[in-house]
């Protein structure tokens, strides 16, 4: 192939980059966007769920009571504990039911309790079962009203073991000779970013399509509907240097929104100091502490580098077979599934494993990476193969849209 003239290619890349800033809604989405989601799904969700969780203790729900049980558990039951953080947690209203079932679906009660008529008042007595009936998998429920009522009756329980040995003069001690304890081993980047990491590669990836999106299809199908495609073809810029330059000004604003995306994710950790409390709990738990180092940070912006050249070379690709801005839209939008899906897969990134096969899939390469980068465990070797795979898919998607370029039959299909 003829040596590209850089001259003619920075003109038409210019050209795209100048249309594209006139369209001030898409420019803004590429950077406002960017900036604000990533903290928010990073930091405000998990914050979120946080206090709702915790909230959960400080709301004294509706427990329907049915059978007789003893005052000693009602106590318990209604003036609520405080944990070994200090905070307490407030008890439960009891209401007395006939229909445990119909008091739990129709709202009368958050959950209800179903005291048998041999409820043992001393350890060593007959055991028992009590029934707790309450919407189970329900969220709300299960960090709330079921949490308070298993944490009760386990306190009776207990209670009622301690009153038992100590009858016996056996110390409490006797029946845990054995205590475990746990203690987090991973790396502080994974243990900061929690459970919601997986969202963090799925965003960047996603800004980079969407930034890039806009001026493909303008550039493509939206100068076909307009006529100007002919009239650059027809100048003496060469058919390459079209495409090259197409592709120049589309990764431009790709990395446009990739930029404000890596920015958004640096903010993250700051703003999580603010907002998130090293308290162990849920918000913790879900995340919201990411941070990366320098050297993370120049592998994430060559990462995405790869990744923006490559989803811009096949939105162009693409949207070259469009008649009109419209119709290249629906045919660019399934590009994103490319994104979603192996998202949703790398909830379980833990259970698939991570080997070198994995990191020669395009696109699905970068978001590994990314995920490696965020939990603090990249291998350099693995993400150098992932750049690498994901220019070589460039290079055959450039060449297809240089052909499709050539060819009348595409160019003149509206």
Not at 233 to 260: D, N, Q, Y
Not at 312 to 333: D, G, M, N, P
């Amino acid at each position: 192939m003829t040596a590209l003239r850089w001259r003619f290619v920075w003109q038409v890349a210019r050209k795209e980059l100048l249309s594209t800033v006139r369209d001030r809604r898409a420019l803004l989405s590429g950077i406002l966007l960017p900036l604000l989601l990533i903290p928010v799904f990073t930091v405000g969700f998990p914050a979120l769920l946080g206090r709702a969780f915790s909230g959960q203790g400080q709301e004294r729900q509706r427990v329907g009571v049915l059978g007789a049980f003893p005052e000693s558990l009602r106590e318990r039951l209604t003036a609520g504990r405080t944990d070994s953080a200090g905070r307490h947690e407030q008890g439960v209203v009891l209401v007395p039911v006939t229909d445990p079932q119909a008091a739990v679906r129709n709202g009368t009660a958050d959950a209800v309790l179903v005291f048998p008529p041999n409820l043992p008042a001393r350890a060593g007595e007959p055991n028992a079962t009590v029934k707790l009936y309450a919407k189970v998998g329900n969220l709300k429920a299960e960090s709330g009203v079921i949490s308070k009522l298993n944490a009760a009756l386990d306190d009776y329980n207990t209670r009622l073991v301690s009153e038992g040995l100590s009858e016996r003069g056996i110390p409490v001690s006797f029946l845990t000779p054995l205590r475990v304890q746990t203690l987090d081993a991973s790396r502080p980047q994974e243990a900061a970013s929690g459970q919601l990491a997986f969202l963090v590669p799925m965003f960047l990836l996603q800004f980079i399509l969407a930034g890039g999106m806009a001026t493909a299809i303008d550039s493509t199908a939206g100068e076909k509907e307009r006529g100007t495609l002919e009239v650059l073809l027809v100048s003496p810029i060469r058919r390459p240097e079209v495409v090259v330059g197409k592709l120049l000004a589309t990764c431009s604003t790709a990395l446009l929104s990739a930029a404000c995306g890596l920015l958004g994710l640096l903010l993250s950790g700051p703003v999580s100091r603010l907002l998130v409390q090293d308290s162990g709990g849920v918000a913790s738990g879900l995340g919201g502490r990411l941070s990366v180092t320098p050297a993370s940070v120049l592998v994430l912006i060559v990462m995405a580098l790869s990744a923006a050249l490559l989803l811009s070379a096949l939105l162009i690709a693409v949207s070259i077979f469009a008649r009109s801005y419209k119709e290249a839209q629906t045919y660019v939008t399934p590009i994103s599934l490319l994104i979603v899906f192996p998202a949703i897969g790398l909830q379980f990134a833990d259970f698939i494993g991570h080997g070198a096969g994995l990191y020669t899939l395009p696109v699905v390469n970068a978001m590994v990476v990314i995920l490696d980068v965020v939990k603090g465990k990249l291998t350099l070797p693995f993400a150098a193969l992932a750049v690498a795979v994901n220019l070589l898919v460039t290079a055959l998607l450039l060449l297809l849209a240089i052909r499709s370029f050539g060819r009348e039959g595409v160019i003149f299909r509206n």
